[in-house]
């Protein structure tokens, strides 16, 4: 398989699926000629021409609502967000008509549409443009939600986003898109709801997604080289949820520690320490859970800063130690 980068990835599958369907269509602030705020829609307004690839003016909730319509009847728009912050300014036609209008109409309408997102800190882009707000999204009845790692797992989700008959919400984090990974150039999806164990092991459970997979594998790859064996697992789609995967892997390890970059009050860890602790995996544990998270302040500018603001390699491993040892 060629080796590409996560950027590429998500092109490829937006590039494959508006040439195998014509309803597929891009809209967005400067993804024409400018190719996108991060690089990612770049040829592809020569390629499809301005009726397909539509630049708008800022105005979020108009470029949402737009689309929601076009959804309604019958198009599958994917809806460019400069900064996943700006979600916030278009919160009512994400979450009160795209989330909702399936259920309000008995089932009647369908809204097929993709909303991509850049998300996370570590490009110096301050409080206003560094958000995860991923559980926000969640909160939202109506909305999935993918957060892939992966150029591969971007690819997949991607493809089955974008044929997928409800509203999705898809975060890119900004750090990954230079990363590269092998990725088939033929089409292929990968299922909501199915986590993939990034890396097997039997002493402690790692769940996270996006960026922090990446770090925690970095960890424990360092760690293994002392036999210490923690299972990593990529949880791909916060909703739907692969409960089971979870439950299965901390019945077997036995401990669990919950990573991500969002904030820690009302955040995804909480989610998933309370499915743990309503499933049979709660009577293995001989540990209490952990969560790692990012602290409860905005994204400061300052790098030093924004690095201490949310979980890093050196944070991950002293969890890791802490729970092994019994550090509480």
Known sequence: MPEITYLEAIRQAMWQEMKRDDRVFLIGEDIGRYGGAFGVSHGMLDEFGPERIIETPISEPSIVGAAVGAAVVDMRPIVEIMFMDFTLMTFDQIANQAGKMHYMFGGKATVPMVIR????????????????????????????VAV??????????LLSAIRDPNPVCFVEHKLLYKTKGEV????????????DIKRQGKDLTIVSSGIMVHKSLAVVNRLAEEGIDVEVVDVRTLKPLDNDT???????????????????????????????????????????MRRLTGKNVPIPYNRQLERAAVPQEEDIEREVRAILKGEY
């Open 117 to 144: 997102m850049p998300g996370g800190s570590g490009t110096g882009a301050a409080a206003q443009h560094s958000q995860s707000l991923e559980t926000l999204l969640m909160h939202m009845p109506g909305l999935k």
């Open 246 to 288: 979870i439950i299965n892997s901390v019945a077997k390890t036995g401990k669990l520690l919950v990573v991500h970059e969002a904030v820690e009050t009302a955040g995804w860890a909480g989610e998933i320490m309370a499915i743990v602790s309503g499933s049979r995996a709660f009577d293995y544990l001989d540990a209490p």
């Open 148 to 157: 892939p790692s992966t150029p591969y797992d971007a690819k997949g989700l």
């Open 184 to 195: 088939p150039e033929e089409q292929y999806t990968i299922p909501f709801g199915v986590a």
